[in-house]
């Protein structure tokens, strides 16, 4: 079966620096993703690691180690606007693409 | 101009009912998928077609039956509505199976 778990909630500070956890275990491995979603919104797509190592894009980075089933959202200079859920979903294989998503992990930023 | 469109926005009506969820995109993908989001936030597939074909059909109840009359199009239909299935429901589209996933604004169900 497929299996992502992530942190519930966070809280950090504005203007700090905040690292969302992903551990995944899949039956077959085609890219990890993660989005954001606002509370009453759609998710939108944030970063995509297909191969180990570290995805930079401006505030936010993203990390995978496909050996160790594992992958962080990097977040930094925190603004009150980041306060949203972060969702880590992964394509697994076997033909479908089927992009499965963890739970989300809803992140506060307080002043 | 707006990618992945859903209407209604919004959708009360009584248990017993059928009603049907309608999904555009003017991207030009192949692949267009339906998700449901339940009140704990858990992002879930339901179907996914590539062009016009049925590619994802998971564990639902045969109470929802989707159609893609081409491959811009995927409607969401679902007969006898139970209070279960007040969710958010998220259409979405690809260009290509393995790549981003781009979704709609979401159809908030209710049924009462």
């Known amino acids: 079966g497929q299996n992502i778990d992530q942190p519930t909630e966070m809280t950090a500070t504005e203007g700090a620096i905040v690292q969302i956890n992903c551990t995944y275990q899949?039956?077959?491995?085609?890219?990890l993703f993660w989005y954001q979603q606002h509370a009453g919104e759609a998710p939108t797509f944030l970063s995509y690691n297909v191969l180990d190592g570290l995805e930079e894009k401006g505030r936010f980075s993203s990390f995978l180690s496909r050996s160790k089933g594992y992958s962080y959202l990097l977040l930094k200079e925190l603004q009150m606007k980041d306060s949203a859920s972060y969702l880590c979903?992964?394509?697994?294989?076997?033909?479908?693409?089927?992009?499965?998503f963890g739970k989300g992990t809803k992140l506060s930023v307080i002043p | 101009d707006t990618a992945v469109s859903q209407t209604p926005k919004y959708l009360v009506t009584q248990m017993g009912n059928d009603k049907s969820i309608k999904c555009e995109q003017n991207?030009?993908?192949?692949?267009m998928y339906w998700y449901k989001q339940d009140s704990k936030k858990f992002l879930k597939i339901m179907f996914s077609y590539n062009n016009k074909e049925l590619i994802i059909n998971e564990t639902v109840p045969n109470r929802f039956s989707p159609k893609s009359p081409d491959k811009a199009h995927l409607n969401l239909h679902i007969n006898s509505l139970e209070l279960g299935d007040s969710a958010v429901y998220f259409c979405?589209?690809?260009?290509?199976?393995?790549?981003?996933?781009?979704f709609g604004p979401g159809t908030r169900l209710l049924v009462l």
């Open positions: 979903a992964v394509y697994s294989g076997a033909g479908s693409y089927q992009l499965t």
């Open positions: 899949t039956s077959g491995f085609n890219g």
């Open positions: 979405a589209s690809t260009r290509a199976r393995g790549e981003t996933q781009y």
């Open positions: 991207l030009g993908h192949d692949t």
